[in-house]
C-alpha cells in the first residue's frame, strides 16, 4: 500500500494559480499510476488528470482546457498538480490516488481504478 498526503490548497482569486502536492510513502511510488480527483459540494467525485509511471504520459478531463498541469518527481515519491486560470467552478476538495494498473488507458478516468486516496486539500476560488 501507498499512503498519500496532498498539501497546497487554499484560497485563490479567479485568474490566480496555485499547486498542489501529493507526497507518497510506502511502496515504490514509480509503480503506480496517480490521478487527480476533485469533489463540489453536492456533486460525485469528478476526474482532473492522470499521470504515468514515469511521467512520460498525461491525460486530462475536458474542462481542463489546458489550464492545470501534471507532473512527477519520483525520486522525491511526489506528484503536482499545477493550476492556472481559476475559476470560481473550480473549487472543490481536491484528491490525489494512485492507481496499481500496469496498463495506461481510458480507464483511469474511473475513480474505481484507484486504490489508494489521501484525504483531500480544499481549493476555493474567489470571483
Known amino acids: 500500500q501507498v499512503q498519500l498526503v496532498e498539501s497546497g490548497g487554499g484560497l485563490v482569486q479567479a485568474g490566480g494559480s496555485l499547486r498542489l502536492s501529493c507526497a507518497a510513502s510506502g511502496r515504490t511510488f514509480s509503480n503506480y499510476v496517480m490521478g487527480w480527483f476533485r469533489q463540489a459540494p453536492e456533486k460525485e467525485r469528478e476526474f482532473v488528470g492522470v499521470i504515468s509511471w514515469s511521467g512520460g504520459n498525461t491525460y486530462y478531463a475536458d474542462f481542463v482546457q489546458g489550464r492545470f498541469t501534471i507532473s512527477r518527481d519520483n525520486a522525491k515519491n511526489t506528484v503536482y498538480l499545477q493550476m492556472s486560470s481559476l475559476k470560481p467552478e473550480d473549487t472543490a476538495v481536491y484528491y490525489c490516488?494512485?492507481?496499481?494498473?500496469?496498463?495506461?488507458?481510458?480507464?483511469?478516468?474511473?475513480?474505481?481504478?484507484?486504490?489508494?486516496w489521501g484525504q483531500g486539500t480544499q481549493v476555493t476560488v474567489s470571483s
Open positions: 490516488a494512485a492507481s496499481s494498473r500496469t496498463r495506461w488507458g481510458s480507464s483511469l478516468r474511473s475513480p474505481q481504478e484507484y486504490t489508494n
